[in-house]
């Protein structure tokens, strides 16, 4: 199987947005495909959410991480090619917020690359979405109260 952006982004939607009490196939839970998704990329963030306790506490400084995760820095926090880039980063972002994983968001903010809700990075690629009812589902996961 082939794991594209779109499936990506369908997995990576916060639990809220599922249709509860549906029938229909993948509607009121994450198709299997879907959860394995999102075990990767729990994995992803959990590494990188140690990597931001470590920056946070001074154990390390990001200078000294990024030749081992520069990459993903730059890639999550890069502007969007096309509609389906700013879909995926949308997503990731949404969950990474919507999922509690502070420590990312503190080490991107210490590499320069904020990623939280009220960054550029996270609007922008919100206003670049085709899709502007997963957009504004997006946006409204991860307002503060």
């Known amino acids: 199987m082939i794991v594209d952006r779109t499936m990506q982004v369908q997995a990576l939607r916060p639990h809220v947005l599922l249709v509860r009490g549906s029938d229909e196939v993948g509607k009121g839970r994450f198709t299997r495909e879907e959860a394995a998704i999102r075990d990767h990329y729990d994995a992803l963030l959990d590494g990188l959410e140690r990597f931001g306790n470590y920056v946070s506490t001074k154990?390390?400084?990001?200078e000294n991480i990024r030749p081992y995760i520069g990459y993903?820095?730059?890639d999550i926090h890069s502007d969007a090619e096309n509609a389906a880039d700013a879909a995926w980063t949308a997503a990731l972002l949404t969950y990474i917020d919507f999922y509690r994983y502070r420590g990312v968001q503190?080490?991107?903010?210490?590499a320069g690359k904020p990623i939280d809700p009220s960054s550029e990075a996270y609007r922008k690629s919100l206003s670049q979405m085709e899709d502007r009812d997963l957009a504004a589902k997006f946006a409204e996961c991860v307002k503060r109260t």
């Not at 154990?59 to 990001?62: E, F, P, Y």
């Open 59 to 62: 154990l390390v400084r990001v």
């Open 72 to 74: 993903w820095l730059d």
């Open 106 to 110: 503190r080490l991107f903010k210490e």
